[in-house]
């Protein structure tokens, strides 16, 4: 069964920088495309990044600049790094898969969830 599970959540103060991480069990890794979504109080889930197979990235545009996908194939892993945070991106982020090698900023495209990693900025 696949298993996606989100860690590195926390609270912090704006400005500062986090990453998440996100361990994959149950398919393979190395030609799947992985995306983060992220779900903030009282909003829709929106896109934040995806990387696909070769490590080829998409980001949403309010988040350009400041956040970084990353993969680790011998780890099974994907990160989300996080860079001068503020207060609006607090959000519980998640961690999406597809079994399909190119990552694709829509939600729908994604069959694998995980359940989530709390962050909340504080100002």
């Known amino acids: 069964q696949v298993q996606l599970e989100e860690s590195g959540g926390g609270l912090v103060q704006a400005g500062d920088s986090l990453r998440v991480s996100c361990v994959v069990s149950g398919l393979f890794f190395s030609s799947s495309a992985f995306g983060w979504f992220r779900q903030a109080p009282g909003k829709e889930r929106e896109f934040a990044a995806y990387?696909?197979?070769?490590?080829?990235?998409g980001y949403a545009d309010a988040l350009k600049g400041r956040v970084t996908i990353s993969r680790d194939n011998d780890k099974n892993t994907t990160y989300l790094q996080i860079n001068s945070l503020k207060p609006e991106d607090t959000a519980v982020y998640l961690c999406a898969a597809r079994d399909h090698p190119y990552g694709s900023k829509s939600g729908a495209e994604y069959r694998y969830w995980g359940q989530g990693t709390r962050v909340t900025v504080s100002s």
């Open positions: 990387i696909n197979w070769s490590g080829t990235t």
